[in-house]
Structures are given as C-alpha cells and as structure tokens.
C-alpha cells in the first residue's frame, strides 16, 4: 500500500527540517520520518523497546535517533540499537516517482 507524503523533493524540503523527527499516521500505523538533504527516512514510530514514540526523539551527531524515554539510540543506516539491547528499527521503505514521495507499506500491516 502507497501513502503519498510530498508532491516534490521541494515540499519535502519546505515542509520537513533537516533531522527533526515527525510523525506520520498512514493506514493504521504510525511512521517516525526523518528528512536528510533530499532524502526521507522513515521507520515504525514505537520504540522496539518499550514502544515510546520516537518522534520525540532527537537525532545525534551519530547518526542515530535517541529515544526519548531511556535514551536508547538506533543507527538511522541500519537500525540497530548502539548496544543492541533490544530489536532493531522496522524501516518503512520510501519510493521517489514522478508523482511523489510515497511510503510503501506492506500489506495487512
Ligand atoms: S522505550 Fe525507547 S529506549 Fe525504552
């Protein structure tokens, strides 16, 4: 299933401040995305250790997104926790097209 997010690499651009995580409500599931120059991250928004929304969070001079209930960090690359003391991030793939910036989320999700 596709969720249009932006017309244009120019609204993402507008609408999103570098590295300010925001949330997205698509379907059923809540998204945490992240903007990076012209390219979107973005990741189920419940922390996979205790399921905090991470789009209060803040993102470090790591690279990674810092939970903010008990400072848990991921790797916004590969989603793994710094010490790996839980699951990792779910990446929620993002598509660029003609029309837009879309999440593609799977099915039934
Ligand atoms: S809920 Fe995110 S680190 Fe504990």
């Not at 299933?1 to 059923?28: H, S, Y």
């Not at 803040?58 to 848990?72: A, D, S």
Request: with cysteine; proline share 3%; net charge positive.
């Amino acid at each position: 299933m596709m969720f249009k997010l932006f017309n244009t690499k120019e609204d993402l651009k507008k609408m999103l401040q570098n590295n300010e995580p925001r949330l997205v409500i698509a379907g059923n599931k809540n998204i945490c995305v992240i903007r990076q120059g012209e390219r979107l991250i973005a990741f189920e928004n419940e922390c996979p250790h205790m399921k905090e929304g991470l789009n209060g969070g803040l993102v470090n001079y790591l690279n990674e997104i810092v939970c903010p209930l008990h400072t848990y960090k991921f790797n916004l690359q590969t989603g793994i926790e710094e010490k790996q003391r839980c699951a990792s991030l779910k990446f929620v793939e993002v598509e660029y097209l003609a029309e837009g910036i879309f999440l593609k989320l799977a099915q039934g999700k």
